[in-house]
């Protein structure tokens, strides 16, 4: 019969090893770059700067529970991995942010407008919004770079298309744009009437870089004649 001991060594021996940290040196390169980095980085490009063998995703992993509890915390937005101020600690850096200009309620609702019904030409913009839109609102869009112009419908007139980019996703701390709220979600934020008709949609937003059937791309020089082309469209 086995005597105390043995079953005590049994158990010992039973136990799980204590999970050892996955290479020390590529946790450490990793951290390196996603530090020194201006922006976020994709697993793509951390793949491309360390060796071959090195599993990048394990890696981000451990690093974003190492520094789940810290000060930053390792967080991933539109597809790519950052360093962010913990979200209980921002209202620490409030006297280091600059004061940012607020954007319009015209701007704001053509940004949602866009965000939600991508790829959508000014004429559309202004359909749904029920108002007309003036070209300055989307310049202000496009200097946030938020927005973007993918290319051009192909219908008499040829406007331009607009849809979000990264920089839109990252600055609301999205990962893809399909994260954005919908019509219940809209309506538990006091954002839309709870009495809202029954027909009433929030189409699934895509962000999808790939031009539709109906767009063809941007010539070169395109940009200048912008107006003339939302114009005709609009007419």
Same mark, same amino acid.
């Given at each position: 019969? #086995?005597?105390? %001991? ?8 039973? &136990? ?10 590529? /946790?450490?390169?990793? &951290? ?12 793509? &490009? ?36 950052? %360093?962010?101020?913990? +979200?209980?600690? #921002? ?9 940012? @200009?607020?954007?319009? @309620? ?19 913009? +202004? ?15 496009? +200097? ?5 112009? @993918? ?21 609301? *701390? /999205? +990962? ?11 309506? *538990?934020? *006091? ?29 070169? *020089?395109?940009? %200048? ?11």
């Amino acid at each position: 019969m #086995a005597s105390d %001991f043995d079953l005590l060594q049994l158990e010992n021996d039973g &136990e799980t090893a204590p999970s050892k940290p996955l290479d020390p040196a590529g /946790l450490r390169m990793v &951290e390196a770059l996603l530090f020194a980095s201006s922006e976020p980085l994709s697993l793509e &490009e951390l793949t491309l700067r360390l060796p071959e063998s090195t599993d990048v995703l394990a890696l981000l992993e451990q690093l974003q529970n190492t520094y789940a509890s810290r000060g930053v915390n390792l967080v991933r937005v539109a597809g790519k991995w950052c %360093f962010r101020t913990a +979200e209980d600690l #921002a209202y620490l850096m409030h006297r280091n942010v600059e004061e940012q @200009r607020k954007l319009s @309620r015209a701007a704001l609702e053509t940004l949602a407008i866009i965000a939600y019904h991508q790829p959508v030409t000014r004429a559309e913009i +202004e359909e749904i919004r029920g108002v007309s839109t003036s070209k300055g609102t989307l310049d202000v869009l496009l +200097e946030t770079t938020w927005i973007r112009m @993918r290319g051009r419908r192909r219908t008499p007139g040829r406007p331009v298309t607009y849809g979000t980019t990264d920089h839109f996703l990252i600055h609301f *701390g /999205l +990962e893809n744009v399909r994260d954005l709220p919908g019509l219940e979600e809209l309506k *538990g934020a *006091g954002l839309l009437d709870s009495a809202v008709p029954a027909s009433f949609l929030v189409p699934t937003p895509n962000d999808d870089i790939a031009l539709t059937e109906d767009e063809d791309p941007l010539e070169d *020089g395109s940009l %200048f004649d912008e107006d003339d082309a939302d114009e005709t469209a609009g007419s």
